[in-house]
C-alpha cells in the first residue's frame, strides 16, 4: 500500500501546497480521497494514471476538496474511458452530476455513479473494507477508513502433513475451501494459522475534535488528520470547526494509532515545524504532510 499526498493546503493554495487530495494505491487500483482544484496536474507530476481510478471518497462539499473532480471526469472522457467510476459523499453529492456534465462542452460516454452515504460500511471487496462516519464540520463531513482484509498465515507444512500435494489445493484452503483428499475432507481451519490484522488507514476531512473521530481512528496505523491551525489559534479553529495540531494529535493518542500525519495546513503558516513541535507534545509519531509526500504502508 502506498500513500502519495497530491495536496495538503486548507481553502487556499499556495506556491508549494495545492488543495486537498490524497491517493491510496493499493489492490491493484487507486483510490482518491477528495478532489481538490489542480489534482489532475498535481497527478501527472508523479506519474498516477487518472484512468486507474475508480472510486473517489469526497468528504465534504467545500469547494477546496471537490473542484477537481470536473476537470478530473472531463480529462477521463478525452482519453476514451469506458469503465465506470463511482463518485461517493455525503448527502448533496449527487446534485453535482448535472452541474460536472454541463460545465463547458464535454461528451462523457463512461458510467459516472454517484453514492450519498451517511455511516457505516459503504465498500466490501475481497482485500479491503471502506467506512464512513460523520464528524463535526461546519457542513456535513464524512471521515474514511479503509482497512486491509489479511488472510490467515498458511501452514505448508501442516498441510503436507495432511496428504495436501503442493500445487491448486494449496490455494484453494489458503482462500477458505474445503479439499478432499481420497477419502478425506481437509478443511481451511486445519491449515491456517491465526487471523492476521491488515492495515488500517484513517482520513479525517474536515473537522473539529469529536467522538466519532477517536472511534474511527481506533488502532488505525495511519491517521490523517486535518491541522488548519496553531494552538494559538485555536479560537478560530473553533469558529471555523477545524482543528489545530494539539487536537489532532489528542485524537491520535486516545485512538491509540501508530502514526499520525496533520495535513489541511492553512497558508498562514510558513513555518510548518512550529505545528509539528506542538503536536509532538502529545503525541511524538507525528509527520507534517507536504505535496508529494509519499508513504509505504
Excluded at 471526469?73 to 482519453?79: W, Y
Aim: charged residues 25%; proline residues 4%; glycine residues 8%.
Amino acid at each position: 500500500m502506498e500513500l502519495t499526498f497530491l495536496g495538503t493546503s486548507s481553502a487556499v493554495p499556495s506556491k508549494y501546497r495545492n488543495h486537498p487530495s490524497i491517493a491510496l494505491k493499493a489492490f491493484g487500483e487507486i483510490i482518491l480521497f477528495d478532489c481538490g482544484e489542480g489534482t489532475q496536474r498535481q497527478m501527472a507530476s508523479v506519474k498516477i494514471s487518472p484512468m486507474k481510478i475508480n472510486q473517489i471518497f469526497i468528504s465534504h462539499l467545500h469547494g477546496d476538496h471537490i473542484l477537481g473532480l470536473p476537470g478530473l471526469i472531463q480529462s477521463m472522457g478525452f482519453r476514451g474511458r469506458e469503465e465506470p467510476l463511482h463518485i461517493f459523499g455525503p448527502k448533496g453529492i449527487e446534485s453535482l452530476k448535472n452541474s460536472i456534465f454541463n460545465l463547458g462542452y464535454c461528451v462523457i460516454e463512461f458510467p459516472v455513479i454517484f453514492h450519498e452515504v451517511d455511516g457505516g460500511i459503504i465498500v466490501d471487496e475481497k482485500e479491503y473494507v471502506i467506512e464512513c462516519i460523520k464528524t463535526e464540520h461546519n457542513i456535513e463531513n464524512l471521515s474514511y477508513s479503509i482497512y486491509e482484509k489479511k488472510k490467515p498465515k498458511f501452514l505448508k507444512e501442516k498441510a503436507i502433513e495432511l496428504g495436501v500435494k503442493v500445487g491448486p489445493d494449496f490455494g484453494k484452503l489458503h482462500n477458505g475451501c474445503e479439499v478432499k483428499i481420497g477419502d478425506k475432507i481437509i478443511k481451511p481451519e486445519q491449515v491456517l494459522g491465526e487471523k492476521r490484522i491488515g492495515a488500517k488507514i484513517v482520513y479525517s476531512g474536515d473537522t473539529k475534535p469529536c467522538e466519532n473521530m477517536i472511534k474511527l481512528a481506533k488502532d488505525a496505523n495511519i491517521l490523517i488528520h486535518e491541522s488548519t491551525y496553531k494552538l494559538e489559534d485555536e479560537s478560530k479553529a473553533l469558529e471555523s470547526s477545524h482543528s489545530t495540531s494539539q487536537q489532532g494529535a489528542m485524537i491520535a493518542k486516545k485512538a491509540k494509532v501508530g502514526k499520525l500525519i496533520l495535513t489541511h495546513i492553512s497558508t498562514r503558516y510558513t513555518n510548518v515545524d512550529e505545528l509539528k513541535k506542538e503536536a509532538m507534545e502529545i503525541f511524538e509519531n507525528t509527520e507534517i504532510a507536504y505535496d508529494f509526500m509519499t508513504l509505504e504502508i
